[in-house]
């Protein structure tokens, strides 16, 4: 069955890189794009970025310049990278899907990763 | 950026009451609005897709309508288990973006 996974350091210090790992199983990420979606705590949904089927990848303008995404399909891992943390960073990361051109709902979602900034 | 606004930020009701969320695009994205319920402490979980196809699995009491820039979703006679916050999302633009959602509410 379709699976995704988020893992990561629950902790980060200010300034510091934050590093991701989504693990996917029940698909092919040559088939599927996959999405990173933040939450801060108490907050709404931040799309932040995605790595398209075919290597491609888009982001947030907003995070573009601290943020960054690659994969690795041998091992079904899609890694979110974003630097400059800040305390406002603080949240939930999701990781998620959708099929692309013409089917671009988001069906399946991982369990999510809080990730706290702070010294 | 396409801007999505919904409203009510927070809409308290009654179980058996009948509720309408909506969801207003800042330009107009067609059909291209997705659903999401976001229930306490847990992963959103897709309810309609592209503003009126349903999703199996989900309740047929959730419906969805709309096109251009105003959409609707609409509970029919809300259950307890209802109570959450509803997100709508544009794929419109490949740069995706989420309203700030509804809480719906037990009064």
């Known amino acids: 069955q379709v699976q995704l996974k988020e893992s990561g350091p629950g902790l980060v210090q200010p300034s510091q890189t934050l590093s991701l790992t989504c693990t996917v199983s029940?698909?092919?990420?040559?088939?599927?794009?996959v999405h990173w979606v933040r939450q801060p705590p108490g907050k709404g949904l931040e799309w932040m970025g995605r790595m398209r089927y075919n290597g491609d990848t888009s982001y947030n303008s907003a995070l573009k310049s601290r943020l960054s995404i690659s994969r690795d399909t041998s091992k079904n891992q899609v890694f979110l990278k974003m630097n400059s943390l800040q305390t406002d960073d603080t949240g939930t990361y999701y990781c998620t899907r959708d099929r692309g051109p013409g089917i671009t709902n988001l069906d399946y979602w991982g369990q999510g990763v809080m990730v706290t900034v702070s010294s | 950026n396409i801007v999505l606004t919904q409203s009510p930020a927070t809409l308290s009701v009654t179980p058996g009451e009948s509720v309408s969320l909506s969801c207003r695009a800042s330009q107009s994205i067609s059909t291209s609005i997705h659903w999401y319920q976001q229930k306490s402490n847990e992963s959103p979980r897709l309810l309609i897709k592209?503003?009126?196809q349903s999703i199996s699995g989900i309740p047929s009491r959730f419906s969805g309508s709309g096109s251009g820039t105003d959409f609707t979703l609409s509970i029919n006679r809300v259950e307890s288990e209802d109570f959450s916050i509803y997100y709508c999302?544009?794929?419109?633009?490949?740069?995706?973006?989420f309203g700030a959602g509804t809480k719906l509410e037990l009064k």
């Open positions: 592209y503003a009126s």
């Open positions: 999302q544009q794929s419109y633009s490949s740069l995706y973006t």
């Open positions: 029940g698909f092919s990420l040559t088939s599927y794009n």
